[in-house]
Each structure stands twice: as structure tokens, then as C-alpha cells.
Nanobody
């Protein structure tokens, strides 16, 4: 059974920092591309940052230079370090694990963790 469990969300003042963690189980973690997505009220879910099994990263323009995604394959965990947070970063943040299997993407989602930035 695949499980992705996020932690580290909370309430922070504008300009502050948070570090999200996502612990995976039930998958061969190193095979998966990991990503952080977010969904604000009334908006669609959007990609925040991704990291491939080889460590290549990509970021949404809105978070470049402020957020850093990393992974520890030994701990089956992916992280999102978020600095210089602002009110626009307020959202539920979701962890995603994805792998291409026989031409089809197979992916899994965590339950989400709330991040609220007060101005």
C-alpha cells in the first residue's frame, strides 16, 4: 500500500520560512519523480516544484529563488524548503510521486498540509 505523508505546514508570518516533508512508503522511492503541488481556495492545483530520480529540479516561476526541493532516497523523503513566504503562498500543499510505467504515468498523492502566511 502506497502512502505519502506530508508534515511541516502551519501558520507563519510574511517573510518567514517553513520546511515541508513528505515521507513515502510502499514504493521504491528512488524510482519516482517527486513533486510538490499546491491548491489555494478557488484555484486549480498547480505544480510548485519537482525533482527527478536523478536529482534534476524544476520550479514554478512564482517560487524560483525562494523555494528549494530536495530528496533523501535513504529516508524515502522529499523536502520543500520555503523562504520569504508571502500571502500568495497560502494554500494546501500536496506531495506527489510519479513514475512512467509502460508508457503510462502512475502517480500517488498525499493528503495535503495547510500552509497559511499572515501579512
Amino acid at each position: 500500500q502506497v502512502q505519502l505523508v506530508e508534515s511541516g505546514g502551519g501558520l507563519v508570518q510574511s517573510g518567514g520560512s517553513l520546511r515541508l516533508s513528505c515521507a513515502a512508503s510502499g514504493v521504491i522511492f528512488s524510482f519516482y519523480r517527486m513533486g510538490w503541488y499546491r491548491q489555494a481556495p478557488g484555484k486549480q492545483r498547480e505544480l510548485v516544484a519537482g525533482i527527478t530520480s536523478g536529482g534534476t529540479t524544476n520550479y514554478a516561476d512564482a517560487v524560483k529563488g525562494r523555494f528549494t526541493i530536495s530528496r533523501d532516497n535513504a529516508k524515502n523523503t522529499v523536502y520543500l524548503q520555503m523562504n520569504s513566504l508571502n500571502a500568495e503562498d497560502t494554500a494546501v500543499y500536496y506531495c506527489n510521486a510519479a513514475r512512467l510505467v509502460l508508457g503510462n504515468w502512475r502517480d500517488y498523492w498525499g493528503q495535503g498540509t495547510q500552509v497559511t502566511v499572515s501579512s
